[in-house]
């Protein structure tokens, strides 16, 4: 088992960045895989970037070339650098943690609180 805790949300204006973190704890961090998820209102959860135990990276086309998924496992923190903000990237950003990918955002996996992200002028 492991929890997590995001933070680093707040409101920005369109074109500037924002650094989400997740701490992690309750586990030992640098063997998870680990993602980061964001769910707009009225719209279904969906991924946006993922980092394996390895370091292997992917990323939702939504946000390619704006944002970088990145850990540290000396800190036990994930982050998700978001450049380039849109209002479109508007939602509440989840961290999970799983001990593969492939079971990222199922059954087997842990999730934080959220993060509210707001991007408006």
């Known amino acids: 088992q492991v929890q997590l805790v995001e933070s680093g949300g707040g409101l920005v204006q369109p074109g500037g960045s924002l650094r989400l973190s997740c701490a992690a704890s309750?586990?030992?961090?640098?063997?998870?895989?680990m993602g980061w998820y964001r769910q707009a209102p009225g719209k279904q959860r969906e991924l946006v970037a993922f980092?394996?135990?390895?370091?292997?990276?992917n990323y939702a086309d939504s946000v390619k070339g704006r944002f970088a998924i990145s850990r540290d496992n000396a800190k036990n923190t994930v982050y998700l650098q978001m450049n380039s903000l849109k209002p479109e990237d508007t939602a509440v950003y989840f961290c999970n943690s799983a001990l593969s990918t492939a079971q990222l955002g199922r059954l087997r996996s842990s999730w934080g609180q959220g993060t509210q992200v707001t991007v408006s002028s």
């Open positions: 980092i394996s135990s390895g370091g292997s990276t």
């Open positions: 309750g586990s030992i961090f640098s063997i998870n895989a």
